[in-house]
């Protein structure tokens, strides 16, 4: 969520702030902020958005990563973060027909989630409330990924 300022707050810092600590919040109590509420500050631009607003940005975004997704023709792999965390490269290493190298060394900015070893935490962030917010946005793009196997098959079922 945070990374929709990777570019900088350029005039919003006001905005940028309220965010990150809504974030901050969020982090340390998912249930204390809804996923909604941090929403309507992210990005540039009026603010704080209204939901209805927050939810047609996201439905045309993940409309657009759908279609992306499922136009992705045999040539493409998809590897899931999970399976990164799992240490499951098998899929991966056939597709790509040598050994993936499995260095320890992990730069520091990335060494969180090598500590924890954890992955899924993202479902903890969405209250009852955003689920059913979100759900009209977030669904298809949800069932295209749900439809992708495990086993390394390069797409999503059509």
Known sequence: MLYRWHLGYRGSEAQYRAHVDLVLRKEKDPRSVSF???????????WPRSNGEVIELERARYQRMTDFVRG???EWFLFKYEDLVEGRFEALERHLGFAVQRDKDVPAPYRKVVRRKKYGDWRHWFTEGDVRLYRPAYGPYWNCW????????SVPTR
């Open 146 to 153: 749900a439809t992708t196997s495990r086993t390394g098959a």
């Open 72 to 74: 992705l023709g045999d």
């Open 36 to 46: 909604a509420e941090s929403c309507r500050y992210s990005g540039h631009g009026l």
